[in-house]
Structure formats: structure tokens, C-alpha cells
């Protein structure tokens, strides 16, 4: 049976054309694309100059990010960097990120972004497994770095609006000197970003996004929100993730478009401010932060006129916020998507047109995608019945980092298993289901249970524990932690919580803690029955 929503070949689009990549993967690409990102944001330099491309503490102009990136890439490479080389960027949404993404990308280095939650054993396993030769950061995270005798291959380090210990100031990287910045010529199979996702037991896996992969998900979102260079797309969500990198900044930047970045903590009042203040007319939102704002009372007091995309994934939109943001911001059009690192973001995405019939939703597959719908024996499934996803297309990872097992066990024919349960019905919408893997999803942050568990067993005392999902009406889902402990043992939530804090992201911290002597319950088979366990909490 073929997967309802597999390609036909008589019926590609004339912007399509079949393809064949990463040994011998056949897919469908657009056939009008730039040749590597270098050639995007070289054409948008010669087309808008002058345009505003970043707004953060300071407004740049294109023009204005190419001398920059040129002079940072000129730097690094002065400092021993060449292609394929990795440079760590443990930032959060500023405009020093993006002009290191594109000097790396006008080097040939591959970045490695971080996320501003990750702590000391987490971004040393990253900083080893990635191989980062430079780290650049921000000051108030140096305490979170390792010490350089742990980290080798790390042999520079530089700090931004401050100081460090071991580091360098990020100005040292301003200086322009004699030399100009390489431009090696950029093969679009080439690796550009390494963005490390949890996999299901804990350990992270770098997801290599390429030039293709990167340029595709950019172009797949960008046509199907109709972006241009009159587009302001905020950035809410960390540059460090899929989404706020690809799914906003390179998808409005490869229309010519502005990014505004909001570099403080997420607050309703600010992101509010801000949105009114720049004039933005895209984003990408978990659903949680559409919630608060629907939620203010002083919505109305803030110019939102402009803001004609809202886009969201990560969780489930809640009925009641689309219902609310329906009739507050009657322009605003709410756009499901789907996907994740290892598809570059964009899997599916909401037609324009369809998206007030079909608020259930994740949207159409995109249009250089496929999704096949399997059950638990690999085969396609008729539509409207549920299954797994299978992802494949130019977008999506040729593999992960230094991870040949991971590559086996989660690739087959070039297809990714996302392990996501789903379904695509005769008309081609997809829905998401439920979750093949064990994970907690708090505020479109994913939690992986096997990583939280694994440091709960650390805990003296400890015999076993589970993590579950504890359901919340804001965040979708709080962690909860069922901890088994020896009858003596002097253990109580508050222990748990404290160890957590010190080797975990505080996201990934459990907020309530359930202690107890019984045994977990579990089934024939020996594996703990979650779903007993989430009926009583």
C-alpha cells in the first residue's frame, strides 16, 4: 500500500525537481534555490544593502552584517580555524550570534549553538562530543564552563559585553586586519549547523544541518507564510533551537526580511512591548506564550496591527487561546507546524487558507517533504489510521555527529523515525497523536524521562524512579518524579530537587516529587507502566 502521503512522479510541481543526495537519497528539491547560504546572504547583500536585517541592543543593516561576519571570519581563521572546524556559541539572542553563524558559514566552520540552560556535565559532553575548537560566551554562563584541562580541543574562548575567566573580549574578534576573510566554495551537502536533541536514553545527539537542509527549511517556510523583505519576524524563542534559527531568522532572512531579537527572559508585558514597538509581522511561538498573551487584559492597549503570521508547534494550541486570539486579533493568522532538528525544523506546515477549518491540525506535509505513516510493522498504513512518521526529504539530517549506532537504529531507506504517532488523512492534513517516545513536553521544551531518571538514581538512596508528564492548563505539561527509596533513607523532595538543579537545565528540574518505599508498577515484560502512574497523580 502506498503511504497516502508518498510523491508521484507525474504530478511534481514545476518549482520541483527530483534529486539525489547523501549517497544516493532520492528526494524532491526546489529547483529555483541558492547553491549554499555564502550565495543566499551574498545575493541579499547585493539586493539590500541598506535594509535592516538585525535589531537587537543596535540596528544592522545587511551591509552591515557582511563587513562584521567578514571580519569575525577573518579573525577566527587567523586564529587556526578552517572548514569543517566547530565553533561553540553559548549565547542567548543577540546579534554577536548571528554574525558568528554567518562568518562560520562564510568560513566554512560548522557552529554549534547551546542553549543558556545548559550546565556544567551537559555542555561538557557537548563541547567533547562536538570537538568545538572555539567557544564563544556570554559572562554571567562562564561559571557553567568546564575547566580547560577537561575540554582539549577547546583552545580559544571569548566573552561578549564582559569578562570571563580564560576568555577573551569578543571585540579581539572586531579588529579588522590585513588579511580577508576565506571564502572556500560551499558544497550544499556540506555540514553547517551541529544542534544537539536528547534522544531516548538520555544522551544528546548532534543533528548535522546542511546547506540544503538549512536553504529548504528557510524557503519551505518563507513561501508558505508568503514572507518578503517588508517582514519583521520576532525571535521569542532561543536561536539556539530549530525554530527560532530556521524557523524565524533564516525563513524572514531569506526573503530580505528583519530579525528582531528579544534577548531577555520571556514576560507577556516585554514580548508585547516589543512586538508593538518593531512593528513585527511574523513569528514562531510555542503555544504557551500565545496563552499569556491571550490572557492579558491589556491586550488591547498594544499596537499588534502589524502582526499578520503567528505560527506555533512544539505543543498543542489549546482551543480556548485560538478562540481568544480570534476575537482580540482578528488579522492574526494562527498556523500550525510540525517538525523538529533533525527535519531543520518544517515538516508540515498550515496552508494560509486552511487554517480557521482545520484548528486540529499540524498542516501539509511540505512541498519537497514526505511523510510515510507506518504501523508497528513498517508498513504504510490506508489514510486517516494512525502511525509513526517517517520523515523524509532535503531537509532533512544525513545523520548525527559522531553517532553511526544512532544512524542505524533511526534511518531506514532515508527515512528519519520520528517516533511520533500520527496520521494524514485522504486530503492530505496531518494530526499528531501521542508520542512514540518517552518524553515530557513542558512549554514546547522536550524533557526526555530516561535523562531526568538517570540523574534521580544518583540521588543516595534512590532505588528507582519514573518521570512523567504532570498535565498544567499554561505550560501543557510540569515534570513529576515518582521516587522509590530505601525505608531508612533520608530522602524528600527537596533533596531530589536540589541535586537536580546542580546537573540538570532548570526546565528539566521536576516541580513536584512523590516519595515512597513501594516498588514502581510494571508489567510482564519488566517496564514500568507510566500510564498507571500518571492516573495517580
Keep these: 500500500m502506498s503511504s497516502n502521503a508518498d510523491v508521484v512522479v507525474d504530478r511534481i510541481p514545476a518549482d520541483l525537481r527530483p534529486e ?8 524532491l528539491c526546489y529547483a529555483d534555490r541558492p547553491a549554499s547560504l555564502n550565495a543566499m546572504f551574498h545575493d541579499l547583500v547585493a539586493r539590500f544593502p541598506y535594509r535592516p536585517a538585525i535589531v537587537e541592543d543596535r540596528t544592522l543593516t545587511y551591509l552591515d552584517v557582511d563587513k562584521l561576519s567578514a571580519t569575525v571570519g577573518a579573525r577566527l581563521t587567523s586564529l587556526g580555524v578552517a572548514p569543517g572546524d566547530r565553533v561553540a556559541v553559548y549565547l ?74 580564560s576568555a577573551r573580549p569578543f571585540a579581539d574578534l572586531l579588529t579588522e586586519g590585513s588579511e580577508a576573510c576565506p571564502a572556500p566554495t560551499a558544497h550544499e551537502e556540506d555540514v553547517a549547523v551541529i544542534l544537539y536533541t536528547s534522544g531516548t536514553t538520555g544522551q544528546p545527539k548532534g543533528a548535522q544541518l546542511t546547506h540544503l537542509g538549512l536553504i529548504h527549511s528557510s524557503l519551505a517556510f518563507s513561501r508558505a507564510c508568503e514572507l518578503s523583505e517588508r517582514d519583521r519576524a520576532l525571535v521569542a524563542v532561543p536561536l539556539s533551537h530549530v525554530t527560532g534559527l530556521v524557523g524565524v531568522a533564516l525563513s524572514v532572512m531569506i526573503a530580505g526580511g528583519c530579525v528582531v531579537l528579544m534577548r531577555q527572559a520571556f514576560k507577556a508585558p516585554d ?32 499596537d499588534l496591527t502589524a502582526w499578520r503570521i503567528g505560527c506555533f508547534g512544539g505543543a498543542p494550541m489549546p482551543v480556548a487561546t485560538i478562540e ?53 510493522a513498517g508498513r504504510d498504513v490506508a489514510p486517516g489510521t494512525p502511525g509513526e512518521f517517517l520523515i523524509a526529504g532535503p531537509m532533512v539530517t544525513p545523520g548525527y555527529w559522531r553517532r553511526p549506532d544512532a544512524n542505524v537504529s533511526e534511518f ?52 528507582e524512579c519514573a518521570v512523567v508528564g504532570k498535565p498544567d492548563p499554561v505550560l501543557g505539561e510540569r515534570v513529576h518524579a515518582i521516587v522509590v527509596v530505601e525505608a531508612a533513607a533520608e530522602v524528600d523532595d527537596a533533596t531530589v530537587r536540589a541535586y537536580c538543579a546542580q546537573r540538570l537545565s532548570d526546565y528539566k528540574v521536576p516541580e513536584t516529587v512523590v516519595i515512597r518505599t513501594e516498588p514502581l508498577p510494571r508489567n510482564a515484560n519488566g517496564k514500568v507502566i507510566k500510564p498507571l502512574l500518571r492516573t495517580e497523580i
Design 271 to 302: 514580548f508585547l512591548a516589543l512586538a508593538a514597538r518593531e512593528k513585527i509581522t511574523y513569528s514562531i511561538l510555542v503555544p504557551t506564550i500565545y496563552t499569556l498573551c491571550a490572557m492579558r487584559p491589556d491586550l488591547a492597549s498594544f
Design 92 to 165: 542567548g539572542n543577540c546579534w554577536e550570534f548571528l554574525v558568528v553563524f554567518f562568518a562560520c558559514i562564510r568560513l566554512g566552520a560548522i557552529i554549534v549553538p547551546i542553549g543558556t540552560r545548559q550546565r556544567h556535565s551537559e555542555l561538557e559532553f557537548l563541547l567533547k562530543n562536538s570537538g568545538a575548537k572555539v567557544l564563544i560566551l556570554e559572562p554571567d554562563l562562564a561559571e557553567f564552563v568546564p575547566a580547560s584541562d577537561l575540554l582539549p580541543d577547546l583552545v580559544h574562548r571569548f566573552v561578549i559585553r564582559g569578562e570571563a575567566p
Design 412 to 463: 531506514a531507506d532515508g527515512f528519519w523515525r520520528s517516533g511520533d504517532i500520527g496520521s494524514i488523512d485522504s486530503n492530505g492534513f496531518a494530526r499528531i497523536l501521542d508520542r512514540k517516545k518517552d518524553m515530557v513536553n513542558r512549554g514546547g521544551f522536550k524533557i526526555f524521562s530516561a535523562e531526568v531518571e538517570n540523574i534521580i538514581s544518583g540521588v543516595e538512596g534512590v532505588i
Design 324 to 376: 481568544m486570539l480570534a476575537a482580540k486579533l482578528p488579522h492574526l493568522q494562527l498556523l500550525n507546524a510540525y517538525g523538529a532538528t533533525e527535519t531543520t525544523s518544517p515538516a508540515t506546515i498550515m496552508p494560509l487558507q486552511d487554517w480557521r477549518d482545520n484548528v486540529d491540525s499540524i498542516g501539509k506535509v511540505v512541498p519537497c517533504g514526505r511523510i510515510r505513516v507506518v504501523d508497528g
Design 20 to 27: 539525489a543526495h547523501f549517497d544516493g537519497r532520492s528526494m
